[in-house]
C-alpha cells in the first residue's frame, strides 16, 4: 500500500502563496503519474494538477492555470503545489494522487487544509 502523506496547507491571506508538498516512501515513485486534487466544504472533488511520469507533462483546470504549478522531485519521492495568488475560492483540502487509473488514481493522501482569507 503507498502511503502519500502531504503538508504545507495553512492560512494565508487572499494574494499570498502556498507550497504543498506530498511525500511518500515508496521507491517506484517515479514510475506514477501524479495529480492534486481538491474539495471544498460542500462541494465534490475537483481536479487541480497533474503531471505524467517520466516526460513531466502537466496539466491544469482552468481555475488554477497562471497561478499554480505542480512540479516533482523523484530524487526526493515528492510532488509539489505551488499556490500562487491565493483567492478565498481556494478554500478547500487539497488531496495528493498517485498512479492514474482509467477513471481516477489508485492511491490518495489524506489531505491539507488551505484556507484563504479575504
Known amino acids: 500500500q503507498v502511503q502519500l502523506v502531504e503538508s504545507g496547507g495553512g492560512l494565508v491571506q487572499a494574494g499570498g502563496s502556498l507550497r504543498l508538498s506530498c511525500a511518500t516512501s515508496?521507491?517506484?515513485?517515479?514510475?506514477?503519474?501524479l495529480a492534486w486534487f481538491r474539495q471544498a466544504p460542500g462541494k465534490e472533488r475537483e481536479f487541480v494538477a497533474d503531471?505524467?511520469?517520466?516526460?513531466?507533462?502537466?496539466r491544469y483546470a482552468d481555475s488554477a492555470k497562471g497561478r499554480f504549478t505542480i512540479s516533482r522531485d523523484n530524487a526526493k519521492n515528492t510532488v509539489y503545489l505551488q499556490m500562487n495568488s491565493l483567492k478565498p475560492e481556494d478554500t478547500a483540502v487539497y488531496y495528493c494522487?498517485?498512479?492514474?487509473?482509467?477513471?481516477?488514481?489508485?492511491?490518495w493522501g489524506q489531505g491539507t487544509q488551505v484556507t484563504v482569507s479575504s
Open positions: 494522487a498517485a498512479d492514474r487509473t482509467l477513471t481516477s488514481y489508485n492511491y
Open positions: 515508496e521507491r517506484t515513485f517515479s514510475s506514477y503519474s
Open positions: 503531471i505524467t511520469r517520466g516526460t513531466n507533462i502537466t
